[in-house]
């Protein structure tokens, strides 16, 4: 009877410890230690392996299309966020280069722009309207700098969605630190 039991038992134990771990509001943390970044992404969602592109994506597990990703590219050394505008320019620039690249048959429309600050650090907070030929989608990024490199954080889901998840998403991208 012991030996029946016993597995169940570790396996209810280890669900409660994990759950005790998993994070507020249901979300996990990820720590990229090497590239000096981490924030917390919903529980459920699963890494996506992607070459030539962000340098961590995860997506829903259910809603395949909502995910998390962190894109990074080299800044001048010593420039901080203000050095490259305003939230406005900075959002503009990012809309223009990568959420609406020409070509990429996508429309965007920059809905907000602020700038926080947290642990010592600045962050802009970008949110976008996104038309494709077939959907509309709702982004919200966090740009941040650091040793010579600018970090973008961007977390998507369809427009249909986004009230559900917006309060969420912005717990992410509020998250999101670099260092």
Not at 36 to 45: I, K, L, R, V
Not at 128 to 156: C, M, Q
Request: net charge negative; with cysteine; glycine share 8%.
């Amino acid at each position: 009877m012991l030996s029946k039991i016993a597995p169940l038992a570790l396996l209810v134990l280890s669900l409660v410890l994990h759950g005790c771990a998993a994070g507020e509001g249901g979300l996990q943390n990820y720590i990229d230690s090497i590239d000096g970044y981490e924030f917390m992404y919903p529980n459920g969602w699963l890494p996506v392996q992607v070459t030539d592109g962000p340098d961590v994506v995860f997506h829903d597990l259910i809603e395949r299309t909502e995910n998390v990703s962190v894109v990074i590219s080299p800044v001048s050394e010593g420039k901080a966020l203000a050095d490259l505008g305003t939230p406005g320019e900075v959002g503009y620039q990012l809309q223009k280069n990568a959420i609406a690249p020409p070509g990429s048959n996508r429309q965007a429309e920059l809905i907000n722009a602020e700038a926080i600050e947290s642990g010592g650090k600045s962050y802009y907070i970008l949110e976008y309207s996104v038309k494709l030929p077939n959907a509309e989608r709702h982004d919200i990024a966090s740009v941040a700098t650091s040793r010579g490199k600018l970090f973008t954080l961007n977390v998507s889901t369809t427009e249909q969605r986004w009230s559900r998840v917006h309060e969420l998403f912005e717990q992410v991208v509020k998250s999101f630190s670099v260092y």
